[in-house]
Nanobody, 115 residues
């Protein structure tokens, strides 16, 4: 089982990034997908969720209207489009696959928002 995030980096406030998570080793279409983030000294919090078929999504209030989650079950990938970035969005972003009591995590990708 592998989840590999990519797309993080350093971006100025107001900028955008497109994070990608590539999955392998399990039946991706059977798993809900979540994006979490963890800032230094803080807990890891969920920011976006997609149901297994992609028909249902959820966003944390702090990112609603700026972040968008999208999945492609044919390509075993999930995307997090993040717009209008703020310094407080600086964190390591993780993708997570969840099905019942099973969960798989990626290693994370760093997003730094700074001028």
């Amino acid at each position: 089982v592998q989840l590999e995030e990519s797309g993080g980096g350093l971006v100025q406030p107001g900028g955008s990034l497109r994070l990608s998570c590539a999955a392998s080793g399990f039946t991706f279409s059977s798993y809900a997908m979540r994006w979490y983030r963890q800032a230094p000294g803080k807990e890891r919090d969920v920011v976006a969720y997609s149901s297994s078929a992609g028909g249902s999504t959820f966003y944390a209030d702090s990112v609603k209207g700026r972040f968008a989650i999208d999945r492609d079950n044919a390509k075993n990938t999930v995307i997090l489009q993040i717009n209008s970035l703020k310094p407080e969005d600086t964190a390591v972003y993780y993708c997570c696959a969840v099905s019942g009591n099973l969960s798989y995590w990626g290693q994370g990708t760093q997003v730094t928002v700074s001028s």
